[in-house]
């Protein structure tokens, strides 16, 4: 029989140098999440000047999330024989890559190779970044670490936005100049990475360690054997289809003859949404550590977002958002703080953690693309309502069955 112990390296469960490590990654993460904003902010003068309407824009977003579902498994299989430490940056060198395509793109097909290279890092990061975390967290304080890890991605969707927007709208720069300035920005966050990282004394987050037993050789094979595991990819698969089709169709609406907003106005709505779910990502991980329960924490986020898409794309006044993006935040900041908090849970194994993320990221960026791609097709087809009703609120119904179902033998 086993003999399972926990090593006594940190008995106090303090986080200690983990800070420093959640910081340095956190800016190596926001190279991806800030990168795919750029599109999403900037499609009414991207669109013009590619000669592309809504559903072309729609294929450029979908390209972005393209790796990060081709990319789950082969990067839980790349953590172990190259580490994390080498396997963030990566993430991070694919933003440089991929905004240096994009800046010299001389057509569309060029510029949407460089979006699929700049989609990479959020692959890598989806299941790198968190597995760097995890080890650094005791599980008394991992609900919070993952709630502020969840704002990697909130985080640049609300300053990104208001940046992007007023520098176009108000200072005159060309998406070009945007681009140059991300690509400084991976630079220095790449830099700092390597510099600052270190991996956490083995038994530091007090998660039982076999000290006896043969490393793990077939982690993604145990993972495909937990069912709640695939309900919980399911669950967030149907959230992230719905939820990231509207971030990126979001200020095209709001410019659009149903709302009229200018682009600064749209921009600042959009970053009022992200700033919000910046702000309840660590909430919902607090939550869930005080309530003792992932599961309705989550279920909360779920039941914000129906409501947040039944409303989304069918108001057609400005003042109507200041309270529809309330919802969006509430949505975009709880689910992907507790599905990637419950994921390594879940796996219950440090060893297992790579590929429990790997399983949930991948059913996360497959949304992601078949959302974009499928809502841009709807709204040129039926319109921006009756796409909601066909594409979006579908998704939401069937994420929160996915939750309650597969789930519920889970706290």
């Not at 989609?119 to 008394?140: C, I, K, Q, T």
């Not at 689910?335 to 949930?360: F, Q, Y």
Request: include cysteine; aromatic fraction near 14%; charged fraction near 10%.
């Amino acid at each position: 029989m086993e003999q399972m112990a926990v090593q006594p390296v940190n008995p106090d469960k303090k986080v200690g140098y983990g800070w420093v490590v959640f910081i340095v990654t956190f800016l190596a993460a926001w190279t991806a999440s800030s990168n795919m904003a750029k599109v999403t902010t900037l499609a009414p003068i991207l669109m013009p000047y590619f000669g592309i309407s809504p559903d072309a824009i729609g294929w450029i977003i979908a390209a972005f999330y393209i790796m990060g579902f081709v990319l789950a498994f082969p990067v839980a299989w790349m953590i172990p024989k190259i580490g994390l430490r080498f396997t963030v940056a990566l993430a991070a060198a694919c933003g440089i890559v991929g905004g240096l395509v994009g800046v010299l793109s001389s057509n569309l097909t060029m510029f949407i190779i460089s979006r699929v290279i700049e989609g990479a890092g959020m692959g890598f990061m989806n299941v790198a970044g968190a597995s760097a975390l995890f080890p650094w967290f005791p599980g008394n304080k991992r609900g919070l670490a993952f709630g502020l890890w969840g704002m990697w991605v909130a985080s640049a969707m609300f300053i990104c936005p208001t940046l992007y927007s007023a520098l176009v709208d108000q200072a005159g720069w060309s998406w070009q100049g945007i681009w140059w300035m991300m690509i400084v920005f991976d630079v220095v966050a790449l830099i700092l990475f390597m510099i600052f990282y270190r991996n956490a004394p083995e038994g530091w987050n007090g998660e039982p360690v076999d000290v006896d037993a043969a490393p793990v050789k077939h982690a993604t094979k145990l993972v495909f054997m937990i069912p709640a595991l695939w309900a919980l990819g399911l669950c967030f698969f149907f959230d992230e289809a719905a939820y990231m089709a509207i971030n990126g169709f979001f200020t095209t609406y709001l410019t659009s003859d149903n709302v009229g907003a200018t682009l600064t106005v749209a921009g600042l709505i959009a970053s009022g949404a992200a700033v919000l779910g910046a702000i309840f990502a660590p909430i919902s991980g607090k939550l869930s550590d005080v309530l003792h329960t992932r599961k309705w924490v989550l279920f909360v986020g779920l039941a914000a977002g129906f409501v947040y898409t039944c409303l989304v794309f069918t108001s057609h006044s400005v003042e109507a958002y200041y309270g529809i993006i309330v919802l969006g935040g509430i949505a975009g900041g709880f689910v992907p703080a507790l599905v990637m908090t419950i994921a390594p849970e879940l796996a219950r194994r440090e060893e297992l953690v790579p590929s429990a993320n790997a399983l949930v990221c991948f059913f996360q960026n497959t949304g992601m693309f078949v959302g974009a791609m499928f809502m841009g097709n709807a709204i040129v087809a039926f319109g921006w309502t009756m796409a909601t009703w066909v594409v979006l609120i579908p998704c939401y119904i069937i994420a929160i069955a996915c939750l309650l179902i597969g789930l519920r033998k889970v706290k």
